[in-house]
């Protein structure tokens, strides 16, 4: 009869007992005794972190490519004539507003799971023209550069990530506007805010892959 | 351990709701529906028809590999026809299968109502079958497919013998692309669903180790995949747009897609084979009576597979130029991947030790898989071998080699799942004569198709070609006729799974007295899987007496000891 048992625990390795070693935050991930269904919060946050730790492998992969194809090539990297991208003020500018954002859409989530529904909108509707000033300012920058798609590497490489990532702000901000639209719609974010979280969490992540590209493409001068 | 105060499940107990079998189950198999269940067996029911075409596709291969001459297709069409063979099971049969067993398989097994967002669960299957569709589509443009390998180097894949903007590698990129975030849509949901879905008292390690390979294999999409999708959103640039990404020509480098195509298509190899070694693990047990071997360190060695599988995609690179140290180390780590699967097939054999032998169709499917991937793991540690794989590469041992992972150890897997979980998904019990018949024609037929494989590899044939030196055309006319009777014994199989969910014999809830929380709700389950979500107070695989089902019904109150 207790044969059924025996093959259960042989194996060294513990994990029950690991878990009690590590901080708060992450035994939350690792429930002992069962998931937490009720959360749906939580739930679909864990969901959420997942998929944007999975997306930023794309990131990734494109500045992997970048990175291989630009120290190979650190010599012909420059087609002839063509001077390269300039770290100016505008882009410098465009940066610090796209960055400082992240200061202004974190309060606006504190405000609505504070239930102040009109700071909220308000910090919102900044956040919301921050992100707009930022796709804006790199629509201009792009018209003004002295090469395009096509032209040698720089043009490839360029042109893909700030474009994968332009692509991923004007994501964020159409989420913003999605979720400024549900504030007015009375009574949306009793139930949860979901939505809103997402999005912060999502516009953080924007402004961490800028961060990278930003410091490769501009810093990092040929 | 005492099961005194357990209810027993005998077999023997007819289901109630055999009546509620009506013939208006179908409609919900072709709606939108948010029922995981539902979106499994779609899953599975689609899959299945593209593992029918790519099955024709193959067996179309074999014919024109009979004869060493051209005679049965032209060369740009033999192109296409391995080319999408190759894309067509691995992306449209087994990773979306695994992801329909899965489906029907993991919310039951850990006791949830329905996985963590059936919404996206739903969007993710419904991408499948438009980007198959699509993908067979371009069989129908002027110039045909694509025609680069279902790896689709550049700058092969560039040189696209038309020159038009719509052509078969655009198709081939765009679905690929679609697979890939359904794919990730899928992992996201698994991952969620497995973390913070289980039942009360589901710990981790109380949870069947086919759900910790699911969770490990979809760990490895989250991971991978991206990389996959990140080289053909460049490639499609370099191809529709002018880039220079991989055009050795213009200053670019092909041999960047190929590692980021590798750093997904290797571990992809473990996202299918993950979940066919859970298969094992719950087939195996249940049919042998005798609780898993060392459940602990085959549920860790899921992770380890999954971990380590991060770390060998340059193996597939050996001749790329690739410098000694790069061979050197990715040789080892290749190597390291028989530690934590030789501990899951251990597993399963030291189980099967000393027990009773139940040889129902499930069980001849997971033995006879089981015993081909021993072979196919031991053809892949001597490719992992720099030396040796210098010597075999592009020849059809690499092709035998892989055909042994996918068709032999996870097709097999995959039937021995389907003939196991049949009576819990459809009420009804398959009929045994039909599927062993099923089995003995696959058996053979597939080693009769992939064994010749190697010899030829040995021997120097390269693959990929449509006509060969005469000197190798006695193995080859095996592999065509055994590919043939994989033809043929697929036909048993649709009968048998045909008639018997329409006419067979009502299923009991838990026909095989097997253990695992998807036995104790009714055979098909309800919409919502179980009427009170139930308390798991017991470890998995606990196969003390045959008489007795481990985990208690939701009814029964037992003070918790902590």
């Keep these: 009869m207790n044969r059924g048992i025996i093959h259960i625990d042989e194996s060294p390795i513990r994990l029950e007992r690991w878990r009690r070693y590590l901080p708060n935050w992450l035994k939350r991930f690792l429930p002992s005794r069962g998931g937490r269904a009720e959360d749906h919060h939580g739930k679909a946050m864990f969901g959420f972190t997942v998929f944007l730790l999975s997306e930023s492998i794309v990131f990734l992969s494109l500045i992997f490519t970048y990175l291989a194809l630009r120290l190979t090539h650190s010599r012909s990297w420059l087609p002839p004539g063509i001077s390269g991208l300039e770290l100016s003020s505008f882009v410098i500018i465009n940066t610090v507003v796209l960055l400082s954002s992240s200061f202004v859409i974190q309060p606006a989530e504190n405000a609505l799971k504070r239930r102040q529904l009109n700071r909220f909108r308000w910090l919102w509707l900044i956040t919301i023209s921050m992100g707009t000033y930022f796709l804006i300012g790199q629509g201009i920058e792009w018209s003004n550069l002295d090469f395009g798609l096509s032209t040698g590497l720089i043009g490839s490489t360029f042109y893909v990530l700030t474009g994968f990532h332009g692509l991923h702000v004007l994501t964020g901000v159409l989420l913003q506007i999605i979720m400024l639209v549900r504030s007015f719609i009375p009574g949306n974010y009793h139930k949860g805010h979901f939505g809103v979280s997402a999005t912060t969490l999502f516009w953080h992540f924007v402004d961490i892959i800028w961060v990278f590209l930003f410091s490769l493409l501009y810093l990092w001068q040929a | ?562």
């Design chain 2, 1 to 562: 351990m005492t099961h005194d105060s357990q209810e027993s499940i005998t077999g023997n107990r007819e289901s109630e709701n055999s009546q509620k079998q009506s013939i208006e189950n179908w409609r919900p198999y072709f709606s939108f529906s948010t029922d995981h269940k539902v979106i499994g067996v779609q899953y599975m029911v689609t899959t299945f028809i593209f593992f029918l075409i790519g099955g024709l596709l193959a067996m179309l291969i074999r014919a024109e590999l009979l004869t060493p001459q051209l005679n049965v297709v032209d060369r740009p069409l033999y192109n296409s026809l391995f080319t999408m063979h190759g894309t067509i099971m691995i992306f449209l049969w087994i990773i979306p299968f695994n992801a329909g067993i899965s489906n029907y398989l993991v919310p039951l097994m850990i006791g949830a109502r329905d996985m963590a967002f059936p919404l996206l669960n739903a969007i993710s299957f419904w991408i499948i079958p438009p980007a198959g569709i699509f993908l067979l589509s371009s069989f129908l443009l002027p110039n045909g497919p694509s025609q680069a390998g279902w790896w689709s180097y550049p700058p092969v894949s560039l040189q696209f013998p038309t020159g038009q903007p719509i052509n078969g590698e655009l198709f081939w990129i765009v679905s690929l692309i679609l697979m890939g975030i359904s794919s990730i849509m899928g992992a996201v949901n698994f991952v969620t669903t497995i973390f913070w879905m289980r039942a009360p008292g589901m710990t981790f390690f109380r949870m069947p180790v086919f759900v910790w390979s699911v969770l490990s294999a979809q760990l490895l999409q989250l991971i991978n995949l991206p990389s996959l999708t990140g080289a053909l959103i460049l490639l499609l640039f370099d191809l529709a747009l002018g880039t220079h990404f991989f055009k050795p020509l213009e200053n670019g480098d092909p041999i960047i897609y190929q590692h980021l195509f590798w750093f997904y298509s290797h571990p992809a190899v473990y996202i299918m084979a993950l979940p066919a070694f859970g298969i094992f693990a719950e087939v195996i047990p249940g049919f042998s009576r005798n609780p898993l071997f060392g459940y602990r360190s085959l549920a860790l060695a899921s992770l380890g597979i999954a971990l380590v599988s991060i770390f060998v995609w340059v193996h597939h690179m050996f001749t790329s130029a690739t410098p000694g140290w790069m061979r050197i180390t990715f040789m080892v780590t290749s190597m390291l991947v028989a530690i934590p699967t030789g501990v899951k097939a251990f597993g399963w054999t030291a189980t099967i030790w000393k027990s009773k032998l139940h040889l129902e169709t499930p069980m001849l499917f997971a033995m006879g898989g089981a015993a081909m991937f021993l072979f196919g793991g031991v053809t892949g540690v001597m490719l992992a071998a720099t030396p040796f794989d210098i010597h075999v590469n592009n020849t059809y041992f690499v092709v035998g080699h892989f055909h042994y992972i996918v068709f032999n150890t996870i097709t097999m897997a995959i039937f021995a799942a389907i003939y196991f979980w049949f009576p819990k998904i459809t009420g009804r019990m398959y009929a045994e004569g039909w599927g062993k018949v099923h089995f003995w024609l696959t058996f053979i037929g597939a080693n009769l198709t992939f064994f010749p494989m190697h010899p030829l590899g040995l021997q120097g044939m390269l693959r990929r070609i449509s006509s060969y030196d005469p000197q190798y055309q006695g193995w080859n006319v095996i592999a065509s006729l055994g590919g043939f009777l994989l033809g043929v014994s697929i036909l048993p199989f649709i009968a048998n799974m045909v008639g018997s969910w329409l006419y067979g014999q009502t299923a009991t809830n838990n026909p095989w007295l097997a253990t695992g929380l998807e036995w104790t709700t009714t055979s098909p389950p309800p919409r919502e899987n179980f009427a009170e979500i139930p308390v798991v107070r017991r470890p998995p695989y606990d196969y003390g007496d045959p008489k007795y089902s481990v985990i208690e019904p939701p009814d029964y109150h037992e003070p918790e000891n902590s």
